[in-house]
């Protein structure tokens, strides 16, 4: 296998860069700057000299020995000073050692995987945990960074498997001493992994809205005050606000961190009856956006909803409060009762995000859920008597090696190119 290298930091300018070393010939990458490889999981202030090059930098070295670093290669990572200068001095210097060459986008990460040190589950979680932008966000994909959705699998893993076992022993050994009848074993075994499986998956939607962003949509007739609100929300000028009806024609995001929750707030058209060709089609959008989004709150203003309704759990309250003899409301001109809106924002996205389960990603959700409805055939025929052992035991088998898919220990090359491409070229 090649020895790959790359930057591991963000390229640019910065206070100290990392360059990665992996692979089988790691350890030569320091006799071409002079010196031999420090002991392994030690740094060393080392001078990086090149035979023709010269003077390089001066860095600090860090090794790992084979089966103990990220990759579970042998690995060099250089600590050098962070001019662009400096890192690609490096860089060069390392693409003339043989067997050398430059790190694909993930490469790192999928020698983790390949070698055991990672699991696919943890790979898409360390991609969660790269991209984290919230509190919420980073604690989620810690979550499955360490492995708690690879766990829960082994637990289900191994009570299917002795379920197999049971069906197996009645099959193979129906004239010797073991139990004829196994159902009530093995359908206890078979409920209590599809109960714990149901709650993963009806956890998906929330953990995927943590991992992407919650969609607020602040939605009304025109000059309601939506738009001076999403300004006010965003502090700064996100969208056009003016007297004239209609201002806002397409949907206007402003992306926050909400008291550590991700949460997108969407400006709309306002809803009104319109024979504008456009702003029809930009209140057509309005309804078609607000209406998937998890939450949404209704300014009142002159004039309906035009037969857009909110729903239970959505948020109404008056709109332009400055310009109400009460004082009533919300007002984005001056901020009056836009913190009791946040607040009850949070209230309702945290009371959601309370539910959110281990499953984040589209792809494992559905690995799920066909390992479920193996589970659920398997259940109906263990129901059926032992006559039917046989095809329970096929189903069982087939939710087992779902489970490996999860996790990827078999059967996922056609996802793989596709996770890894996410990733930067050093990681």
């Known amino acids: ?34 010196f031999n490889a420090p002991e392994p999981r030690k740094t060393a202030l080392r001078r990086l000299t090149h035979e023709t090059k010269g003077f390089l930098d001066e860095a600090l070295v860090l090794t790992f020995e084979d089966g ?7 690995v060099v990572e250089f600590h050098v000073h962070g001019s662009i200068a400096i890192i690609n001095s490096v860089l060069d210097a390392l693409k003339s050692i043989p067997n050398y060459r430059s ?24 991609s969660d945990l790269i991209d984290a932008e919230t509190e919420m966000q980073r604690k989620q994909a810690l979550k499955g960074f360490t492995g708690r959705l690879r766990e829960k699998s082994e637990t289900w893993r191994a009570d299917l498997i002795h379920a197999l076992s049971l069906l197996e022993a009645t099959i193979d050994f129906a004239d010797e001493e073991v139990p004829v009848d196994v159902s009530p074993e093995v359908e206890r075994l078979l409920n209590d992994v599809i109960e714990t499986m149901n709650k993963e998956i009806d956890g998906f939607g929330v953990a995927e809205r943590v991992r992407t962003g919650f969609e607020v949509a602040i939605v009304g007739p025109p000059n309601a005050g939506k738009s001076t609100l999403l300004n006010a929300l965003a502090g700064r000028d996100a969208a056009i606000t003016s007297e004239i009806a209609g201002t ?13 929750l991700p949460v997108t707030f969407l400006d709309t058209a306002g809803l009104r009856e319109t024979n504008d060709v ?10 078609d956006r607000a209406k998937v989004a998890d939450l949404r709150v209704f300014l009142k203003g002159e004039g309906g909803f035009a037969d857009f309704e909110p729903f239970d759990h959505d948020i109404v309250v008056e709109g332009k409060s400055d310009l109400r003899s009460d004082g009533q409301g919300v007002s984005g001109v001056t901020g009056d009762g836009i913190q009791n809106l946040i607040d009850a924002v949070k209230t309702f996205l945290f009371t959601r995000a309370i539910s959110a389960g281990l499953v984040s990603h589209e792809r494992q959700k559905l690995v799920l859920e066909q390992g479920r409805s193996s ?14 052992y046989d095809l329970a035991s096929e189903e069982l088998r087939s939710a087992i090696f779902t489970l490996e898919r ?3 220990r078999v059967d996922v090359e056609d996802v793989l190119d596709k996770v890894f491409s996410s990733f930067c070229i050093g990681k």
């Open 103 to 126: 790190a694909e986008p993930g490469e790192f990460t999928r020698r983790a995987l390949n070698n055991g040190r990672l699991d696919l589950t943890q790979v898409e979680a360390l």
């Open 406 to 408: 999860l996790v990827g």
């Open 375 to 388: 589970l659920n055939q398997a259940l109906s025929f263990a129901q059926s008597g032992p006559e039917h």
């Open 278 to 287: 456009v702003e029809s089609i930009g209140i057509q959008r309005a309804v």
């Open 68 to 74: 103990a670093s990220f990759t579970g290669e042998p």
């Open 1 to 34: 296998m090649d020895t790959i290298f790359a930057l591991a930091t963000v390229p640019g300018k910065s206070g100290v860069a990392v360059i990665r070393v992996s692979g089988p010939d790691a350890f030569l990458s320091c006799k071409l700057f002079g």
């Open 248 to 260: 806002t024609r397409d949907v206007i995001e402003v992306r926050m961190d909400l008291d550590s």
